[in-house]
């Protein structure tokens, strides 16, 4: 009796998949926690140094700006080299430079650590998902990536009680909380060791045969490579000009800006989480700081039923139109009812946290084996830029514009993205990951596969 076959998209869910995304899981964390617990440490570090809102600007958006290099650069690469090699070597320099957070005695030492930081985060954002993706069987695609944000939320959350409990070790606590962020970093760089290359880039490589032996080893004997297109006119589009060509350009105009609306509000507000509570006259109230944690951990996972519930366009439609209206509510609100202006902000960060998995699963579908990690990484980039600008400009617009002004305007990014969204957002749930990073995906159209399936004892090649 034959044995069934599969392909990589049609794989059973084995132990190697679930290693795989711990690791990419250990960056989403390790992500999420750097981002919390420099709010935290802000409000010691700052007064300490006698900072001013251009340096705290600064100093919280630092990592954001590695970030943006960081996916662009290290995007790029790993389409040229494999994503393998990036996907270790980024997280030594991650763990190297939270340690040394510990020493620094000076805004200038800590904006240079934070963004090393970054541009490590920023490449393991390009080239983990990619990975994750590669490896990933359709069925569990979009849960998987979703995951990421989910686990990116539980990092934040944890930062924030770590922050609180810390904070109350006297003047040095600031270093204390920052270095916290080795110990997942260092668990992550371990673990890594031995993770192998990505089937799907071999194959875009030339090298066939050596995807096919990983593949066996790893996902089993029974699991074939169900691609074996090579570099000939598919290699033409490689490079970031390849991303803005006539095929590509429509998805890399949407990749970039959904994301971009989406993380700008984001980072900023939740960076500076315990500036935006005092302005609304919740100082010091850990309820309210409680409740905000609680709702965006529980959107992260109500979302990725969501995700599985409805359409990616129409999930992407709804969120932004909520998240636009909750917080043009907020801005309204102000010096009204404090328990009025606390529902908006829980509506708010309960649909912004479940949206945020649409931005780590679209990316990985936008675009063709040849040059997912550079589109990743350039969506990445482009959103990261945007935040570190919108971030670094909050606390600056909050001190001379006031609450009300500064939430309108992040209200009025979020329309942007709902405009752009109606126009340019492609159906690509439940499609192979071939099929759904097929340019000629219209926005709105429904997904259709365009792969004959196999048959149980067809061979696969």
């Not at 570090?45 to 809102?53: D, E, K, T």
């Not at 190297?96 to 200038?108: C, D, G, K, Y």
């Amino acid at each position: 009796m034959n044995e069934q076959k599969y392909t990589i998209d049609d794989a059973p869910f084995k132990k190697f998949h679930f290693r795989i995304a711990g690791l990419t899981f250990g960056s989403s964390f390790c992500d999420g926690y750097s981002l919390g617990i420099i709010a935290m440490a802000l409000t010691v570090f700052g007064p300490q140094m006698n900072m001013n809102a251009m340096w705290t600007g600064l100093i919280g958006s630092s990592a954001l700006i590695g970030l943006f290099a960081g996916s662009l650069i290290l995007g790029r690469l790993s389409d040229r080299v494999g994503r393998q090699k990036i996907f270790l070597v980024n997280f030594l320099l991650i763990t190297v430079a939270t340690i040394l957070q510990f020493f620094v005695s000076s805004p200038e030492e800590l904006f240079i650590l934070r963004l090393l930081i970054g541009f490590g985060l920023g490449g393991d954002y390009a080239v983990g998902t990619t990975l994750l993706a590669e490896f990933s069987p359709k069925k569990y695609r979009s849960s998987l990536l979703a995951s990421i944000n989910v686990v990116w939320t539980l990092g934040y959350v944890a930062s924030n009680f770590v922050g609180h409990y810390l904070g109350q070790g006297g003047s040095d606590s600031w270093r204390w909380m920052l270095v916290s962020a080795a110990i997942p970093a260092i668990v992550v760089l371990i673990l890594r060791i031995g993770t192998p290359e990505s089937p799907r880039w071999l194959v875009s490589m030339g090298r066939v045969e050596e995807a096919r032996q990983i593949v066996k080893k790893h996902l089993g004997p029974n699991v074939e490579m169900g691609e074996t297109t090579t570099g000939t006119e598919n290699q033409k589009t490689l490079g970031f000009r390849g991303l803005f060509s006539k095929k590509l350009r429509k998805r890399m105009a949407f990749g970039g800006i959904f994301k971009l609306t989406l993380v700008i509000p984001y980072f900023a507000i939740y960076t500076f989480l315990p500036s935006i509570l005092s302005t609304m006259g919740f100082e010091q109230n850990f309820f309210a700081d409680t409740m905000l944690n609680l709702f965006l951990l529980v959107g992260a996972i109500v979302g990725l039923w969501l995700l599985a519930k409805f359409s990616r366009r129409g999930f992407t439609i709804g969120a932004f139109t909520i998240l636009t209206v909750s917080l043009f509510s907020l801005s309204f609100l102000h010096n009204g009812s404090q328990i009025l202006m606390l529902i908006a902000f829980l509506i708010f960060t309960f649909f912004m946290s479940a949206a945020s998995n649409l931005t780590l699963v679209y990316p990985a579908e936008l675009f063709p084996t040849e040059i997912r990690g550079s589109g990743i990484g350039m969506v990445t980039a482009i959103s990261r830029i945007g935040s570190a600008i919108g971030t670094f400009l909050l606390p600056v617009s909050l001190s001379s514009f006031g609450l009300s002004a500064s939430m309108a305007g992040m209200a009025a990014i979020l329309l942007v993205g709902l405009i752009v969204s109606i126009a340019l957002a492609p159906e690509t749930k439940s499609l192979s990951l071939n099929d759904a990073s097929n340019p000629l995906l219209e926005a709105g159209n429904p997904p259709v596969e365009t792969e004959i399936p196999f048959t149980k004892n067809e061979k696969i090649t």
